[in-house]
């Protein structure tokens, strides 16, 4: 089992940044991704940025520019820089954690962090 714990949420005003965590158990003999989404009230949950060991960084259209993934060290945890926040980037965000050992998938989500951006 591998435990998904995301922090670094919070209020701030429009123009503003957060940095978002989000720290694994990940075994790095393995094929990984670790992945951002978001979900605003009464919407879809949508793919915001990504990352995995063989294909690098992606981001979503709406935040290209603004937010930037990175890991540490490890690569056990994944930091998304957000800049520039803007109120429809209100919602929670999620990490989630897809981990292929040979034919083996296992997908992990944590609990979620909330951002909260006011105009």
């Known amino acids: 089992q591998v435990q998904v714990v995301e922090s670094g949420g919070g209020s701030v005003q429009a123009g503003g940044s957060l940095r978002l965590s989000c720290t694994a158990s990940?075994?790095?003999?393995?094929?990984?991704?670790m992945t951002w989404y978001r979900q605003a009230p009464e919407k879809e949950r949508e793919f915001v940025s990504g990352v995995n060991n063989l294909r690098g960084t992606s981001y979503a259209d709406s935040v290209k520019g603004r937010f930037t993934i990175s890991q540490d060290n490890t690569k056990n945890t994944v930091f998304l820089q957000m800049n520039s926040l803007k109120p429809e980037d209100t919602a929670m965000y999620y990490c989630k954690t897809d981990i292929l050992c040979g034919i083996h998938l296992s997908t992990f989500w944590g609990q979620g962090t909330q951002v909260t951006v006011s105009s």
């Open positions: 990940l075994n790095h003999t393995c094929t990984y991704a």
